[in-house]
């Protein structure tokens, strides 16, 4: 089994996010409005960013987006990551979140 570089770049940001993510709501320094937030600034960047390039988000999309994804939905695993971040935390108990 072959897996890209990209691939594994791109699951490592995601586990780094997740696990900060994880901490900082543990810790109470992060809680859900900080992700509601966080997650509403990442969507209008993702919708600017299918027109205009934007200078250190462009570079972070180019090292951890997927190509096709790169032109219609930038930022997507994170977007859904903070979406799932943000469910568990109003969902469920802070211990377990």
Excluded at 15 to 28: K, M, Q
Excluded at 49 to 58: A, E, H, L, N, V
Aim: glycine share 8%.
């Amino acid at each position: 089994m072959n897996i890209s570089s990209l691939e594994v770049r791109r699951q490592s940001l995601h586990a780094i996010v997740g696990v900060t993510l994880a901490l900082l709501y543990y810790f109470s320094i992060f809680g859900p409005w900080h992700i509601f937030i966080t997650l509403i600034i990442g969507i209008i960047i993702s919708i600017i960013s299918k027109t205009k390039r934007i200078p250190f988000i462009g570079y972070c999309l180019d090292l951890f987006e997927r190509e096709d994804e790169r032109h219609n939905f930038p930022g997507k695993g994170v977007i859904f990551l903070f979406i799932g971040v943000l469910l568990s935390v109003e969902l469920f108990a802070k211990d377990i979140a």
